[in-house]
């Protein structure tokens, strides 16, 4: 029933964009308009098959690049017509409510209005086509947008850094660098060699220790085979540390049985190990320097949103563990942060987090940074405070569904600790 509503919703979309376009190319030669209209219901024709087999047919048995390439068709092919139908609206609330002030003002009057008489039908016609003009234009911009996003913006790597002044901060660890890295999506890569850019990328800002917030894969452990031996090369002298995210767990894969799903997530653990990585499942663990220590935590997905999976234990993970001056809490899912770290865990003095990807699409500059996903996520990228407690969310390193990314780019983060 769900995909009947959807599709009924998307034809009324189609066929409201369809009628613009007609008004768009009125007056134009019969074959040209047949031409613009036979590759307008092609295209939507393919966006819509796309979205019926996807619903029948396990699309991750479809060839990647197809798989990758027709949902990104579909994502910015109705992002699109969403903001032509925003513009052919507004013109026709306008209309409607002009008609009943014009009607109402007949029913009050002897005879016909002169307003009325005339009814001005050529301005309508001309702000009708203006405003479908201005649709269409702007409905060109997050389509050229987000194809430049999937040609460039995917994987223009940046390195953000942040200074953090912490006043228990243990002598030896002044000047430490933490990088982090976050949400890979290996199984949305259709090459190598992006990743072998950016853990390149990565090596290259000498970091003491490496944290990776989870997410490595979109639903198998097979999509990280390929890149076993680019991730070998991610190496620290304090090591490399890592949970697992909420698309590790291989929630959102049609597996033959529960015990396809269990073996999965198993082998998944072993790949991150076999690596030489920490993986911290409800634990916790030193970072020894000097004779020095920092705690670093490390807890399973734990979101305040119930549609996500809720398998982090705090209180496991930090079951004996030393009191020490500053600890690091590694959790996948922003929302943990303020949900149930700040009220409980005041001993936690950062939270590294990912998960939101800023939702691939946004603005960001100096002074001012916004995104569809702060609706959902009131921390979502970047540092946050609460008292002494800071939370920092990485923008993630891959991308999951759309194969780009519009202002929000793919983000390696270096935290430098400093003693205040």
Known sequence: MRIFIVLAILLCIDLYVFQGLRVLTAGREVNTQRIVYATFWFITLVAVSTIVMGQFIDWHTWPRALSTYLFALVVILYLSKVFVVAFL???????????????????????????????????????????????????????????????????????????????????????????????????????????????????????????????????????????????????APHGVYSVLGNHDYGEYYRWPSQEDKKQNLENLVRFQRDLGWNLLLNEHAYLEKDGEQLGLIGVENWSSRMS???????????????????????SHDPSHWKAEVVKEYPQVDLTLSGHTHGMQFGVEIPGFKWSPVQYVYKEWADLYNDKKQYLYVNRGLGFIGYPGRVGILPEITVIDLEKA
């Open 308 to 330: 996500f999976q809720r398998y982090g234990d705090m209180k496991k993970a930090v079951d004996g563990m030393k009191q020490l001056p500053v600890n690091i809490l590694m």
């Open 89 to 235: 609206f507004t013109d026709d609330i306008v209309r409607v409510f002009r008609w009943t002030a014009l009607k109402a003002q007949t029913l009050f009057s002897s005879g016909p209005t002169q307003e009325l008489a005339a009814a001005v039908p050529q301005k309508g016609i001309s702000r009708l086509t203006f405003l479908v003009q201005l649709g269409f234009i702007v409905g060109a911009v997050p389509l050229v947008s987000m194809v430049y996003g999937m040609i460039k913006g995917a994987t223009d790597y940046t390195v953000r850094r942040k200074a953090m002044k912490f006043p228990n901060l243990p002598d030896s660890f002044h000047n430490f660098r933490i990088v982090q890295i976050s949400d890979l999506h290996l199984g949305s890569y259709l090459s190598q060699e992006p990743m072998e850019r950016a853990v390149q990328l990565i090596m290259e800002q000498k970091p003491d220790v490496i944290l990776f917030t989870g997410d490595m894969v979109n639903d198998r452990h097979v999509e990280a085979v390929p890149f076993r031996e680019i991730l070998k090369k991610l190496q």
